[in-house]
C-alpha cells in the first residue's frame, strides 16, 4: 500500500542552524502539507502546496520557513535558523489525485526536530 | 477559523468495555469531520471521515462515529475496547468551502485499555 515517507525520523539541530525535513508524498498525490505538534500541544497546520507553490500557510509559517519540491518525488520544509520553540513533531502529508480532490490527507511518520 | 475540542485528554476503559471519546467542532456550517489514530512512533492514520450522507460513519478496527449537526458533535465509538486500540485519537475538521482541506486539529485523547 502507498505510504508517504519522511526522514529522518529524528533530528537534533543547534539553535540558529539551519534543517531541512525531507517527505515523499504518495506518488499520484497533487497537494502536499506540513504540519507540526509541540509536545502535549495541538497538532497545527503550517502550509499546504499545490501546482508548485503554496496555497495556504498559518501565521506560524513566517519567514523562517520555506518549501520546496525540488523534483518529482520530494517535498521538503526548511527552517532557516531554528529556534528553541520550533522543536516538535513535524508531520509531511498529502492528497488528491488527479481523478478528483480528495478531503482524506496521508500522513508521514513524523520527523522529531529538537532544538538545543 | 474552526475550533475543535475533545473532551478528556485521557480515557481509560477495561478491555471488552464501550469506548467513547467525544469531538465537537464550532463551525455553523458543518465541516467536513475526521478521526485519525496514531500509534506510538508512528504516523497519523485515517480510522474514518463524514463528508455527507449517512450520518453513522463506519471506519477501520470497529470504530464508529456519528456526525449530529445539532449538537456540533462527532463522538467515537467502539462497543467493545480491545488491548490494541490503546492510541492516541485526534479529532481534525476541514471547511467545505477550503479546496485543499487544510486540518484543524483537537488536542487529541489517549486511550488506554486495561487487561
Given at each position: 500500500e502507498p505510504?508517504?515517507?519522511?526522514?529522518?525520523?529524528?533530528?537534533?539541530?543547534?539553535?540558529?542552524?539551519?534543517?531541512?525535513?525531507?517527505?515523499?508524498?504518495?506518488?499520484?498525490?497533487?497537494?502536499?502539507?506540513?504540519?507540526?505538534?509541540?509536545?502535549?500541544?495541538?497538532?497545527?497546520?503550517?502550509?499546504?502546496?499545490?501546482?508548485?507553490?503554496?496555497?495556504?500557510?498559518?501565521?506560524?509559517?513566517?519567514?523562517?520557513?520555506?518549501?520546496?519540491?525540488?523534483?518529482?518525488?520530494?517535498?521538503?520544509?526548511?527552517?532557516?535558523?531554528?529556534?528553541?520553540?520550533?522543536?516538535?513533531?513535524?508531520?509531511?502529508?498529502?492528497?488528491?489525485?488527479?481523478?478528483?480532490?480528495?478531503?482524506?490527507?496521508?500522513?508521514?511518520?513524523?520527523?522529531?526536530?529538537?532544538?538545543? | 477559523?474552526?475550533?475543535?475540542?475533545?473532551?478528556?485528554?485521557?480515557?481509560?476503559?477495561?478491555?471488552?468495555?464501550?469506548?467513547?471519546?467525544?469531538?465537537?467542532?464550532?463551525?455553523?456550517?458543518?465541516?467536513?469531520?475526521?478521526?485519525?489514530?496514531?500509534?506510538?512512533?508512528?504516523?497519523?492514520?485515517?480510522?474514518?471521515?463524514?463528508?455527507?450522507?449517512?450520518?453513522?460513519?463506519?471506519?477501520?478496527n470497529g470504530?464508529?462515529?456519528?456526525?449530529?449537526?445539532?449538537e456540533t458533535?462527532?463522538?467515537?465509538?467502539?462497543?467493545?475496547?480491545?488491548?490494541?486500540?490503546?492510541?492516541?485519537?485526534?479529532?481534525?475538521?476541514?471547511?467545505?468551502?477550503?479546496?485543499?482541506?487544510?486540518?484543524?486539529?483537537?488536542?487529541?485523547?489517549?486511550?488506554?485499555?486495561?487487561?
Amino acid at each position: 500500500e502507498p505510504e508517504v515517507t519522511q526522514t529522518p525520523s529524528h533530528q537534533v539541530t543547534q539553535m540558529g542552524q539551519e534543517v531541512i525535513l525531507r517527505c515523499v508524498p504518495i506518488s499520484n498525490h497533487l497537494y502536499f502539507y506540513w504540519y507540526r505538534q509541540i509536545l502535549g500541544q495541538k497538532v497545527e497546520f503550517l502550509v499546504s502546496f499545490y501546482n508548485n507553490e503554496i496555497s495556504e500557510k498559518s501565521e506560524i509559517f513566517d519567514d523562517q520557513f520555506s518549501v520546496e519540491r525540488p523534483d518529482g518525488s520530494n517535498f521538503t520544509l526548511k527552517i532557516r535558523s531554528t529556534k528553541l520553540e520550533d522543536s516538535a513533531m513535524y508531520f509531511c502529508a498529502s492528497s488528491g489525485t488527479r481523478t478528483g480532490v480528495s478531503r482524506e490527507q496521508f500522513f508521514g511518520p513524523g520527523t522529531r526536530l529538537t532544538v538545543l | 477559523a474552526q475550533s475543535v475540542t475533545q473532551l478528556g485528554s485521557h480515557v481509560s476503559v477495561s478491555e471488552g468495555a464501550l469506548v467513547l471519546l467525544r469531538c465537537n467542532y464550532s463551525s455553523s456550517v458543518p465541516p467536513y469531520l475526521f478521526w485519525y489514530v496514531q500509534y506510538p512512533n508512528q504516523g497519523l492514520q485515517l480510522l474514518l471521515k463524514y463528508t455527507t450522507g449517512a450520518t453513522l460513519v463506519k471506519g477501520i478496527n470497529g470504530f464508529e462515529a456519528e456526525f449530529k449537526k445539532s449538537e456540533t458533535s462527532f463522538h467515537l465509538t467502539k462497543p467493545s475496547a480491545h488491548m490494541s486500540d490503546a492510541a492516541e485519537y485526534f479529532c481534525a475538521v476541514n471547511d467545505r468551502g477550503s479546496t485543499l482541506g487544510r486540518l484543524y486539529f483537537g488536542r487529541g485523547t489517549q486511550l488506554t485499555v486495561w487487561p
